[in-house]
């Protein structure tokens, strides 16, 4: 495994922000979902497409808090253009499982 230091790590901003939107992504190669995710005033609203259809619905990540990286590039996905990296952990056969705060967080906190 490769080291980095503290101040690498600090270059990737990692914030909480609120799933506002989301839904199916049938254009996508692989199972994914489009999501709307409000990261508070100072930032705003980003789009991401996430492969997440293992344990979600569209509707049942409206109102979730989520975790992801906001400063990477944008990256296109077929038509689609996701602005940022929702950050999950993949359970034992490989779907998808979200990282969140366990109690609500300000739209927009980084992590510590």
Not at 35 to 44: A, E, Q, R, V, Y
Not at 45 to 72: C, D, W
Not at 79 to 91: H, N, T, Y
Request: no cysteine; aromatic share 8%.
């Amino acid at each position: 495994m490769d080291k980095i230091n503290f101040d690498d790590f600090m270059k990737v901003d990692i914030r909480a922000g609120t799933v506002r939107r989301a839904e199916n992504f049938p254009e996508a190669r692989k199972p994914a979902l489009k999501l709307w995710i409000d990261f508070g005033p100072g930032i705003g609203e980003r789009r991401t497409s996430a492969q997440l259809t293992g344990h979600y619905t569209p509707k049942a990540l409206i109102g979730r808090q989520v975790m992801a990286v906001i400063n990477f590039p944008p990256r296109q996905i077929g038509p689609f253009m996701s602005e940022v990296l929702v950050l999950g952990v993949a359970d034992e056969q490989g779907a998808i499982v979200l990282l969140q705060p366990d109690r609500q967080v300000p739209d927009g906190g980084r992590m510590h």
